[in-house]
């Protein structure tokens, strides 16, 4: 049976569901040729685990459809998926009104491949599968927009270069969501760095000293959308969500390869991962349950059960690596819980021969993150100031009302809060991002390349931390 169902009217029906011909036709109908028009873009989302595919959709786009089809097995990873886009729908402020139709069933993919009532698939979920969703859609001829990771494991990379090459073939847009790209203290790191009267040049660095690190605190329990997020059990299963060295470092290596060489494409070839490893967040039974909303540890999970029922998950990891001789470093970290007032925290430092530009959100920044340009050489402290205005006078055509200030070994650039809308709202940003390269029919051919280098990356540290 099938059914369709206003995501604030959400009993979910836990049933397999099948459809008529005429909607298996649908995607012909829709064509891959967007204009830009509105309802053009046609939702599918499949087996929606992760709630990064219901930020997606926590605002409406002219050019989407409405109605977004759903296909999913039964059970609670789809009714908390449900029941996010229903608040969505219900909220005071600038509700949305997406009408999701609901297809379940073992077959659920299968179901979608041969239907395809819609022309965008969104992928976010449990990843063990993610790969082979994304290989078989684009073989489908259905563009695809997918959270990180792509790829979690090295065996299953060389389909994910399959993937990327049938999509060109069937010229359809294979992409993921970085949403770290639009957090505002990043794009300012990555404009100053392009002024030599401010930065300098990048150094090149060493593995003791990168020219560039990234370091990502996050945390298992915590709220998103205002509600505490409710992990799935097999959030904690490497097997699936994937180490946190290939998971959220995607991430922190995509910002590296975009800030130190914007718009242009990096070949794996130029690329070399000198060292890697990973450990463990151990959590108690209690923390599993308040994570979860009360499951105890599935059968899936024994082999990670270490002395007194205590959990070890291989979320943390960190690594160096060059590109085009420049050192990088990137460091994941979870912990269970945030310090009170704290939240998911993202340190970065990119060293320039005149001034090093570093983010920093720790308790001195209220945990907000903050920008700092740190000038090497303070003898000449005015032309280092002057020079500084002079950057910020040229980003203001862009960035409107960015300001600086001194700070204890340099500057803090001053942000206005109309810049700092916060990670959920970027889903929104990536996807009309997503919406423009499907309407002009092409993603530029250095994301293209990147995508492909970034995962090349995370695979080799990978391989070099086991």
């Not at 390349?449 to 995962?455: A, C, G, P, R």
Request: glycine share 6%.
């Amino acid at each position: 049976m099938r059914y369709s169902v206003l995501a604030y009217l959400l009993p979910i029906l836990l049933c397999s569901c099948t459809t008529t011909s005429s909607e298996n036709k649908m995607s012909e109908a829709n064509g891959n040729h967007f204009t830009g028009a509105k309802g053009e873009v046609k939702l599918i989302t499949v087996d929606p685990g992760h709630f990064h595919a219901a930020l997606v959709q926590k605002f409406m786009y002219d050019q989407v459809d409405s109605v977004v089809n759903v296909y999913a097995p039964a059970g609670e990873d789809l009714k908390l998926h449900l029941d996010r886009i229903a608040s969505f729908n219900k909220r005071a402020d600038d509700p949305t009104h997406w009408v999701e139709e609901i297809h379940t069933g073992p077959d659920f993919f299968e179901q979608m491949i041969k239907e395809k009532p819609g022309n965008v698939v969104v992928l976010a979920g449990n990843n063990a599968k993610k790969t082979e969703y994304i290989k078989r859609s684009v073989d489908a001829g259905l563009n695809v927009l997918a959270d990180k990771p792509m790829v979690i494991t090295p065996a299953a990379y060389p389909l994910l270069k399959e993937a990327f090459d049938i999509a060109d073939e069937k010229e359809v847009l294979l992409y993921d969501i970085m949403t770290e790209r639009f957090e505002i203290t990043s794009i300012l790191q990555k404009e100053l760095a392009q002024f030599p009267d401010v930065f300098g040049k990048l150094e090149k660095g060493s593995p003791n000293a990168p020219a560039i690190s990234k370091e990502s605190v996050h945390h298992f329990f915590k709220e998103v959308a205002g509600k505490p997020l409710i992990r799935p059990a097999w959030f904690f299963d490497v097997n699936q969500q994937g180490e946190g060295i290939v998971d959220v470092s995607t991430h922190l290596v995509d910002l590296i390869l975009w800030e130190c060489f914007p718009d242009e494409g990096i070949d794996s070839t130029e690329v070399e991962v000198l060292s890697a490893r990973h450990w463990p967040t151990t959590l108690t039974p209690a923390q599993f349950k308040k994570a979860t909303a009360g499951q105890t540890y599935p059968d899936y999970l024994q082999s990670n059960i270490v002395k007194d029922s205590l959990l070890d998950v291989y979320s943390n990891g960190e690594f160096v690596f060059t590109t085009r001789g420049v050192h990088g470093k990137v460091s994941v970290i979870w912990n269970f819980e945030a310090p009170e007032g704290a939240a998911d925290t993202h340190y970065s430092i990119m060293r320039g021969s005149k001034a090093n530009l570093i983010i920093r959100q720790d308790k001195a920044q209220n945990y907000q993150p903050t920008l700092y340009v740190e000038p090497l050489n303070f003898t000449d402290k005015q032309a280092a100031e002057t020079a500084l205005k002079q950057a910020l006078e040229k980003i203001d055509t862009k960035y409107p009302g960015i300001d600086m200030k001194p700070s204890e070994a340099g500057w803090e650039i001053i942000i206005p809060e109309k810049y700092k809308n916060g990670h959920e709202a970027h889903f929104a940003q990536v996807t009309e991002n997503y919406l423009k390269y499907l309407t002009e029919g092409a993603i530029p051919d250095w994301e293209k390349q990147n995508m492909l280098t970034k995962y090349y990356i995370t695979m080799q540290a990978y391989q070099k931390s086991q």
